[in-house]
Structures are given as structure tokens and as C-alpha cells.
């Protein structure tokens, strides 16, 4: 690793040599750029130096670790029995990570990959302290793409709300700042974050009024036929431990079929209304954490071309890889959640099994070579991804809590409601696409990662289609929001300045 | 609202860092996003939005939702969850769309 800090990142990747000031437009070249620092690109970075590339990881994050490991090398929560051992198991990426000869430009956004001649070039944004944000060029032959996973969208009357926020944003801030809720705190939804944060915060003493569970109470059934192999799953003893250390502490409203945050006089969260038992009830509360599972972060891998198809066991897209994590771009590779969620300890494997593919592909290793370095690591992968399906089924958010109706908020960026994209959805608008044009959703800054799951849903809902036909909305580059200032602090090349002079007289 | 945890005896506070918010002086640990700063000092609200003119704070606090946007030093539309807390920093509250700035 050869920079920690972002201009040092951004110096070291403009080989400018030391003391070159910042503001130089920045361009590098590697054979293999690794986009993204959580356990499936720090994995696979540390293994494909290893294995000899000329390897580059890129993140937007200040530090390495991911959303999962989250500031594990700074977060000023230094009781390890507050955020528990999974977490801290983070550190042992990051050493391996450091001296595996792989350069590191942090704190950088990447906002385009493009195919060029026989590889990809690539821009990214680095926003140093106080400065312009600065974009740079880097020239690679293979891309893994780890971008992980996101919250799923849980549409509720009233999540737009100063005061509602996802379990996984507090518990981002709970890693990087030890900040934590006080007053009266409700979780809200399902899945194992849900249990995970709740957990935790007991541990470092904030009280949590409640949980309010929303899976059905006969989902479990669902979830029996894939018991096997839970039952040998490495982590069984461990998840029941943190369920009954939560459930002895907290109370648990199972059975939830409704939930609605309302607010006061100031626009700000102040009531949690609920159903349940088909009884309606009402608390003070203030704030509300929700969470209905993570999907994969797909906005990237659209953009980059992939093909992206719909997963049936978890209500979601996926970018179809094979079991390399090879996806329909040639020499574009995908690991950990981004390609299909599987969780932390699973993403360190298949960031390393990528990195083998990668090496593979770039002509490194032979075809039997490849499958024995990969070998040990298809073994641990098939341990950690034991007993998925039965989470999976068990913890199925439910489908009136992924389809809303009325005047909830579906996009939160542009503020069109369920009603309207039904409404849309019935005048017989064909998809996610032609609904940016009735309604602006999905054409806010965020791009649709918080409404094109739902919209997908509510069109098949209403259209009687199946999601997979409905589609997705069109991604492409720019991914995150650039200005144009930032654009024009791109290196030049000839090919772009001729590109103007043309038109000159 | 949020608070922070008391850091564990003899463990070595980490250095405070000025901000000013819509004018006031917020003091954060060094570290923090300008979002985590905003929830410790307790304003889960940071901007209106562009459409209907409600009240917003961050959400996702992973870059992802856009949903934390303020004006930094006078630059408009900056992630307060991207952004890391800088001594002096003038963090403002966006009131509604921003205008084009030629």
C-alpha cells in the first residue's frame, strides 16, 4: 500500500514524485483496479498483488474496511465486546492488505468506466480537505467491481423524516463516531442488522424502547425446508446467542403488518404508528432505525454493462457472474455482496476467487494453475455461504413493506408517491424508464438506489408482470453526481482536445 | 436524538474540532462526517428539499441516498456524510433547489 490519505493517494497516482502539488491532473496505470475497500475488494487486492498483478484499490472511504468494517482501524469504540469479534475480524484484511505491494487511492469516488482498446479507463473525484473537488484517469486491463451492498428500500409512510434512518446508518455512526441514540428508540423490520445493532447498542448501554418485527410469524415455515444446512452452519450458535441475548433485554413485537413515522408541527419524527393483531397503536418516539435487509449496490455493474437478472429468494437484482464472479463484460469481475448477497465472511472469498479469475485472465496462470490456487478458497466460501438459504427464506422481507400504496414516498429524491407510480403503472407506462419521464423518479441525485427496486415492483404489481419483464432503470455514467468543474480538471489528451478544435474555424 | 459515548477511562480523547453550522459553532471529535457532527449535536435536519420544501436529514449515511446534502464552505450540494469534519468549516442547511452558478 503505498498512500493512507487521500491527496497522498492522489499524488502517488499521478506519479508526480513527492512534493508535486495536488492540483496536477491526476492518471495512473494498473493491470487490475479493484473498485471498492470492504472484505471482497480488500481480499481480493491483497491476493491478486500477491499473485504478481500490478494491482490498484480504489474507494470512496478515508480508510479500508467497507461498511461491515466500517473505521475498524480508527473508531473511537475501542471496547471490543461493544461491537463484538465479527467486526474486529476486520483488521486482519487490512495488515495483509498493506504489505501486499497493491496501491490504495482513498477517499476517491469513482464515477466512470469505459471500455477502451483492450481495457477500461476509469474517472474518479477526490475532494482533498478545503480544496476543489479533483477528478483523475486511471488506464487499467481488468476491473473486480466490490461495491458491496445497500440498504433495501422500506417504503413506510413518513422514512423520509428527520429522525427515521436506517439501522445500518446508525450503525455507521456508532463505528466511526460513537454517537448513539438516546430518548425513546424503536428497531423496526427484520433481518439479522436488525438483531446485529440491537446487540451492540445493549452492549454500550443504550436503552431500546422496542423492536418491531415485521416478518411474518409463519415465515419460519418457509425457511424449514432449507434447515439442513443451517443446522451445520459455522455461525448457528452464535446468532442464537445474540437473539436470546436481544430478546431478554428489549421487547419484541412480532407479527408488525404496518408501520407509519409522523411528525410534528416541525416536519421532524414524533409519533411510530403500528398494527398489529390488527389493532392500531400508537407511541412517542424519537427515532426510529429501520431495516428490511441489504441488495447489491448494482448502479456500477449496470453502467459498466452487465447483465443484471432478478434474484427470486431475495426480491432484488443481481449481476449474473458465474462462479469466477465473471459477468457478461469480458475483463469485468465481481465479488463479495455486489454480486449477489452472501455476507462478509463469504465477500472475502469470492474477492479472493475473483482475483485468481483475474490473474487467469490476464494471462498469469494457466487453466490448472487458476484452479488450484482458487481451491482453498471454494472450500471456505462453501462453509460461509452454509445455511444462507434458510436466512434468506426466513428473513424474506415481507411484500406489503417492498410494495406500498397511497401517498407514501417511493423516490425520495423527486417525491413521487406509490399512488402515482401505480397510477402511471395502470394508464399503461411500459417501465422504470418511460416512468422518469411521467414522474422524475429515479432521476434525483441519488439515481434511483432507493426507489428502482420498489418502482420495478409496483409496475409488476399493478401490471400483473414479473419483475424480471418489468426491468430496471437504464444506468449510466455519470454514477454519482460530478459537476462540471470537477470534469474539467480531467487530464487532457490529444484525442480530446482535437475533439473541440474540430469545430474551431 | 443522539449523544456520544463516554470514552472509557484513560483512553485519550480524540482532539475537538470546530464547525460552524448555519453560523452557530458546533464542536465535533476529530473524525467525524459532517453528518455523524450534525446527529451529536443534535440536528437530525440539514436541508429542505427541492421539491415540496420539507424537512430532510440524513439517512443512509453511506453516500448513497443524497439525502444529507449542505452547502461546505460555501459549495453547495456536498454530502455531509462523505465529509469529514475540518476546523473552521462553514456548514450551512440547503433550503430548497440550488442555483445554477455560472
Redesign the interface.
Known sequence: MSAARPHEGARTAAHHGEGAPVKQPMSTTCELLVIGAGPAGLAAATRAAGLGLDTVLIDEQPAPGGQIYRAVSSTPVQDRAILGADYWHGLSLLEPFSKSGARHIAGAMVWAVNRQDDGFEVAYSITAAGQEPQAGLLHCRHVIVATGAQERPFPIPGWTLPGVITAGAAQILLKTSAVVPTGTTVLAGGGPLLYLLAWQYLNAGVEIHAILETTPPGQWRQALPHAWGFLRSPYLGKGLKLLRAVKDKVPVIGGVDALEAIANAQGQLAQLRYVVDGETRTIAVDQLLLHQGVVPNTNLSRAIGADHAWSERQDCWEPVVDAWGATSVPQVTMAGDGAGIAGAVAAEHRGRIAAVHAAASLGRLDVAERDREAAPHRALLARAIRGREFFEALYRAPQNFRRPVGDTIVCRCEEATAEQVRQAARMGCQGPNQMKAFLRCGMGPCQGRFCGLTVTELIADEQQRHPRDVGYYRIRFPIKPVTLGEIATLPQTQASRDAVVRFRK | ?????D??AG?VA?RTVRITVDGAAVDC?E???VA??L??AGM??CRD?A??G??????????????C?VGI?GRP?QQA????V?DG?AVTAQRGAREVVV
Open positions: 436524538m443522539f449523544r456520544r459515548l470514552a472509557p483512553q480524540a471529535r473524525g467525524d462526517s455523524a457532527a446527529f451529536a437530525p435536519a428539499t421539491v415540496s420539507v424537512a430532510r436529514g440524513p439517512f443512509c449515511m453511506m453516500g448513497v441516498c443524497y439525502d446534502l464552505d450540494n456524510c462523505m465529509t469529514r475540518r468549516m
